[in-house]
């Protein structure tokens, strides 16, 4: 799987995720220019889907993940609209 660059998402202005590492909660912060349809989602180096939220149309989200369940070891957070997409690699230990 490749991880793609923040700049490839069109029209996202902030794109923070933390603690990291994290263990039984993480936060995101995510901004765009206009308001978009948002998923985010979180997934092991598998491609298996171990959290996931969506946001209607919204310019701002301020939330968390709740990951007290997921084993130690490297995720991805992703990012995806109608104008693509932004990955993160995070580490839950």
Do not use: W
Request: hydrophobic share 45%.
């Amino acid at each position: 799987m490749t991880v793609s660059g923040v700049n490839e998402l069109i029209g996202l202005k902030e794109f923070t995720v933390f603690p990291l590492p994290f263990q039984t909660r993480l936060n995101y912060k995510i901004a765009f220019e206009n308001p978009t349809e948002v998923r985010v989602f979180l997934m092991d180096q598998n491609g298996k889907i171990a959290a996931e939220k969506l946001f209607a149309s919204t310019a701002t989200i301020d939330d968390y993940l709740l990951t007290e369940d997921l084993p130690s070891g490297v995720y991805l957070f992703k990012i995806e609209t109608e104008k693509g997409m932004a990955v993160k690699k995070v580490i839950c230990f």
